[in-house]
Every structure is written in structure tokens, then in C-alpha cells.
């Protein structure tokens, strides 16, 4: 198999087969030293054979192909009891054979099953045995060669001893497992303990199942308390939006985003952005549902929008310049007065479009005045689009950083006069 493959099988099979593979080798040994010079016929080593050395890979493979790969791995080990008990019974009961048999299938039983495995073990070797005995006759040779017998020991020892140090890994591994799933929940405990934005678990019903220390700035401990509907808090005239798309999360099992606002025990309302995930904990269907508290920055995008719309509607021309005089925005009024469009003069400089019709020693002045006193108020002659010349009523005022630097113009455009030269 390349290393990159993963088996669709589980970890019981592949450990079985390396532990049954191995250890029936070495009972084939055993059992072959027995059997040697008793008279056992050619039939007798072709099942021992086919036992020991075959069936191993047999089940491997049908495990490994079964649909359910553990179950079927679970019946191999009951298989394994029959079939110990019947050559327990061929062998005529030998004490040290048997009792390896014994012991070794029914240790696999009881790591899987516990105590019921080894009942189901102890009963399937019987059962397997007596009705060997009831057809071919009982026989009882308890005694066995000295070879076979510290065999016998060797083996089960071995196996023991791999068996223990099979369940000693899997138990550090779970151990491992479980300590790094508490340090998972310690750390998710610390993020959402300590985290701003609000986070909950609701179940199908909308209630609440969890929610993080952040709920506590706005709802209190009884309307926040387990069981309790999340909707309750909900803003009325949001809250068949919201129930819908818990409903949809749940349904569906897709991400839902949406705005709502909550209402504070203070009756204040905030509004929350908020993203839905569902899943299933203990073969139920829950959502976690993440706020994040927008009311400032939609509170600021209004203030902007307003900002914004009184730009675009003010009686003056406005137009707004970078330090260095490109122009970055200009309002309707700045059109009418000049007769520039917005595209004509966004993103250029004010010196491109703007022919000077005053003396340079005008210019000196302006620049002194904002340097001074950042700002300056005057009229001048200017040209329109169209080459017509008007007074123009002429302000201008810097914006400076904390520094003290200039990092924009504001100019604002009237018409003086008649606009005739």
C-alpha cells in the first residue's frame, strides 16, 4: 500500500491479523511437534496447516472487504473460540495445548467484549468441543513432551505480554487524546470567555444551551439562563427574520449571515452582524451563532452617509484636495459653478484645469495665509469650462494632522458677480 493511503478498515482488523498471524505460527509449531509420532494421518496436517498458516490471511482479507470491518473482525473471534475447541478436542485435551487455546482466544473476546466476551468465548470453545467429542468420541491425553510443553509457555507468555503492551499503547494514546482535547476546550473556554464578540449554542428550538461571559454586558443572568428562548431578546420586529434562518441553519445545515438587532436590559438596541453554523452533538441538532456588535459602525456609516449627502447638495462648490493639490472629490454645486464634471477633475491636479488669472505675487499671499493662519477668504477671476470668465467668491482652509502638517484642502466656490468681464 503507498505510504500517502490511508485503510478504509479499522485499526481492530490490522491489529488482529498481526497478532493472529504471528501467535498461530507459533501454536503450528506447537501442535506440530505434538502431533509428530502419534500416527496422525495426512488429512490431520492439511487442516493444521490450513488452520495455522491460511486462515489468518483468510479472515484478513474478509474482514478488510466486509461493509463493517469491526463487526466482522467481532465474529472472526468467536470463530477463532469454535474452532480452538474442536482442535482441543482432536489433540485429545493435552493440558498445556488446551490451555494456551483457551486462554489465547478468549483474552482476544475479552479485550473487545469484557466480561461477556470471555463467557461467549468459554461457551463457544465447549460447544465446539462437545460436539466433536459426541461424534468422534471422547479421549483425554493430558501429558505432553517437555519441548511442547515450555512451547506452550513460551508462546502464551509471548502473546500475553504483546497483548499488554497492544492495550498499554492504546492506553497512552487515549491518554494523549484526551489530554490535548482538554487543552482544545481549555483554550476555546479562554477565547470565548475573553472574547468580545458574542457567542452562543442554541438548540433546534432556539434556546439557549451556552453563551459566552461577553452576553453578560447586555442581557442578565435570567434571560440568559439555559432553556431560556434567544429570541426573546431579539429586536420584535427582527425576530421572525431571525427565527427563520436558525430554522434554515438547522434544515439545511448551511452557514447563515444576517443583521439583527438585540435589545439590552436597559431597553437600548444594538445591532449585530451574526454568522449560524449548525452541527449535531449526541445525535442532536444545535447552532453556534457568532455576533459581532456593529452599532458604532452603523452609527458612523449614517453619520456618513448624512455627511455625505449635505457634500453633495451644499448651495457653494466644495472641492477636496490632497496636500499636493490633487483633487480627490467635488460636489454637484462645484459643476455648476465651474462647469467641470466630477470626472473631469477627480484624480488631477487643481493646476491642470484651474488657469491662473491673477499675478503671482496673489498666489504668494494665499500660500502665506494658510501657512499662517490656515485659511484664506477672498474673490478672484477665474475661467469656466467653457472659457467664460466670472468673479468667483474663493475659501480656503488646510486640514493638518496631529503634527501639524497639511494633509488636505477644503475650497469652496461661489459666484460674485455677474460673471462678465
Not at 156 to 175: E, H
Not at 293 to 321: P, S, V, W, Y
Not at 330 to 355: C, H, L, M, Q
Request: charge should be neutral; glycine fraction near 6%.
Amino acid at each position: 500500500m503507498p505510504s500517502e493511503a490511508k485503510p478504509k478498515y479499522h485499526w481492530a482488523v490490522r491489529v488482529n491479523y498481526q497478532a493472529r498471524a504471528v501467535s498461530f505460527a507459533a501454536v503450528f509449531v506447537t501442535i506440530a511437534l505434538h502431533m509428530d509420532g502419534r500416527g496422525y494421518g495426512t488429512l490431520a496436517w492439511i487442516f493444521l496447516a490450513l488452520q495455522f498458516l491460511v486462515y489468518p490471511h483468510v479472515l484478513f482479507w474478509r474482514a478488510r472487504s466486509a461493509d463493517k470491518p469491526l463487526q466482522a473482525e467481532l465474529d472472526h473471534l468467536v470463530l477463532d473460540c469454535l474452532l480452538a475447541g474442536i482442535w482441543a478436542a482432536t489433540l485429545e485435551f493435552p493440558l498445556s495445548i488446551a490451555s494456551t487455546l483457551f486462554i489465547g482466544v478468549s483474552l482476544n473476546n475479552t479485550i473487545y467484549r469484557g466480561l461477556r466476551g470471555t463467557l461467549v468465548a468459554l461457551m463457544a470453545f465447549s460447544a465446539s468441543a462437545l460436539v466433536y467429542v459426541t461424534i468422534f468420541g471422547f479421549r483425554v491425553s493430558v501429558d505432553t513432551d517437555l519441548p511442547v510443553t515450555a512451547l506452550c509457555i513460551a508462546s502464551l507468555a509471548a502473546y500475553v505480554i504483546g497483548i499488554g503492551n497492544l492495550i498499554y499503547t492504546q492506553s497512552r494514546s487515549l491518554a494523549d487524546t484526551r489530554h490535548q482535547l482538554r487543552k482544545s476546550e481549555e483554550n476555546y473556554r479562554l477565547i470565548t470567555e475573553h472574547a468580545g464578540d458574542l457567542i452562543a449554542t442554541l438548540d433546534a428550538e432556539g434556546r439557549w444551551v451556552y453563551t459566552s461571559p461577553s452576553y453578560r454586558r447586555l442581557l442578565s443572568e435570567e434571560a440568559l439562563a439555559v432553556g431560556v428562548s434567544a429570541l426573546l431578546p431579539v429586536h420584535r420586529e427582527d425576530r421572525d427574520m431571525v427565527r427563520a434562518q436558525l430554522k434554515k441553519s438547522v434544515e439545511t445545515g448551511e452557514s447563515q449571515e444576517f443583521l439583527y438587532r438585540l435589545v439590552a436590559s436597559d431597553g437600548s438596541a444594538n445591532e449585530f452582524q451574526a454568522t449560524v453554523n449548525s452541527f449535531l452533538q449526541a445525535g442532536q441538532r444545535k447552532v453556534v451563532i457568532v455576533s459581532i456588535d456593529i452599532t458604532e459602525l452603523r452609527q458612523r456609516d449614517k453619520a456618513l452617509a448624512i455627511q455625505a449627502h449635505a457634500f453633495e447638495n451644499m448651495a457653494e462648490g466644495m472641492m477636496i484636495t490632497a496636500a499636493d493639490g490633487m483633487i480627490l472629490s467635488v460636489n454637484r454645486a462645484f459643476t455648476a459653478v465651474t462647469g467641470y464634471a466630477k470626472e473631469d477633475v477627480v484624480g488631477k491636479n487643481e493646476s491642470e484645469f484651474r488657469i491662473a488669472l491673477q499675478p503671482a505675487k496673489f498666489y504668494d499671499d494665499i500660500r502665506d495665509a494658510l501657512a499662517k493662519r490656515g485659511y484664506w477668504t477672498g474673490i478672484t477671476w477665474s475661467r469656466r469650462k467653457d472659457n467664460e470668465i466670472y468673479r468667483e467668491r474663493h475659501s480656503v482652509s488646510a486640514i493638518r494632522d496631529e503634527a501639524g502638517h497639511t494633509t488636505h484642502y477644503i475650497v469652496f466656490y461661489s459666484i460674485a458677480g455677474d460673471g462678465k468681464n
